[in-house]
C-alpha cells in the first residue's frame, strides 16, 4: 500500500459526459501528479501540482482539467468525454516538487461508452 | 525528444530462470532512472532507482546498473519466482517533475 488513495476505482459513463476522479497524497506529500495508461498510449504523465499551485503540464487535453485543494488532495476532471479516453488514470504523490521519488495509487479505471 | 525503450514482451520464464528486461533511454542532461512494476489489476509500485551514473539500484533480488555511456537501465534478477510475474516499466525523471516511461514489459514466470 503506497498510501496514496484514489476514487472510484472504477468508471462507467457515456460519451459526451463529465466525470472526476479524486486522489489524497500520503501524508506529509506536496505534489500531485496525474497519469493517463492506455493502451495505444501508455503511461504518459498529465499534470503536477505543488502545494495547491500547478508546476509542471504534460498532454492534458483541453477537455482536461485538475486542482488540488488546501488539504492537499487533488481533483482531475473529465469533460465531453470520447471512447479514446478509456483508460487507467493515475495519481502519484511526493514530498518535494522536483526529481522526488513518485509513489502511486491504484488508479481509477475509466470506461466510456 | 526524451524517450525510453525497452525490450517488448511477454517474456516468458521458468521459475529460478536469469531475468534481463533491457531499457535505454534518449534524454539530455543527467535523469535519475526507476523501474516500476504493475501487479494485476493494482497500480505501480517503486521497484528500484538510480540517480548518477554506475548507480546500481535493488531491491527484493532486483539489480539494476545506470550507465551513462550506453544510456541503460536494464533490470536483472538472478532466480524469478511466480510471484514476480507483473508487467515492469523503465522510467526516467528528467524535467524534474514528470516522469517518461517505456512501453512496460510483461513477464510471466511458470513453475
Known amino acids: 500500500d503506497s498510501g496514496v488513495t484514489q476514487t472510484p476505482k472504477h468508471l462507467i459513463t457515456a460519451t459526451g459526459q463529465r466525470v472526476t476522479l479524486r486522489c489524497s497524497p500520503r501524508s506529509g506529500d506536496l505534489s500531485v501528479y496525474w497519469y493517463q495508461q492506455s493502451l495505444d498510449q501508455g503511461l504518459q504523465f498529465l499534470i503536477q501540482?505543488?502545494?495547491?499551485?500547478?508546476?509542471a503540464k504534460g498532454n492534458i487535453l483541453e477537455r482536461f482539467s485538475a486542482q488540488q485543494f488546501p488539504d492537499l488532495h487533488s481533483e482531475l476532471n473529465l469533460s465531453s468525454l470520447e471512447l479514446g479516453d478509456s483508460a487507467l488514470y493515475f495519481c502519484?504523490?511526493?514530498?518535494?516538487?522536483?526529481?522526488?521519488?513518485?509513489?502511486f495509487g491504484p488508479g481509477t479505471r475509466l470506461t466510456v461508452l | 525528444g526524451d524517450s525510453v525503450t525497452q525490450m517488448e514482451g511477454p517474456v516468458t520464464l521458468s521459475e529460478e530462470a536469469f531475468l534481463t528486461i533491457n531499457c535505454t533511454y534518449t534524454a539530455t542532461g543527467y535523469p535519475s532512472l526507476f523501474w516500476y512494476v504493475q501487479y494485476p489489476g493494482e497500480g505501480l509500485q517503486l521497484l528500484l532507482k538510480a540517480t548518477k551514473a554506475d548507480d546500481k539500484g535493488s531491491n527484493k533480488g532486483f539489480e539494476a546498473t545506470y550507465r551513462k555511456e550506453t544510456t541503460s537501465f536494464h533490470l536483472e534478477k538472478g532466480s524469478v519466482q511466480v510471484s514476480d510475474s507483473a508487467v515492469y516499466f523503465c522510467a526516467f525523471n528528467n524535467a524534474g517533475n514528470m516522469l517518461t516511461f517505456g512501453g512496460g514489459t510483461r513477464l510471466m514466470v511458470k513453475p
Open positions: 501540482y505543488y502545494n495547491g499551485e500547478e508546476r
Open positions: 502519484a504523490s511526493s514530498v518535494g516538487s522536483t526529481y522526488n521519488e513518485q509513489f
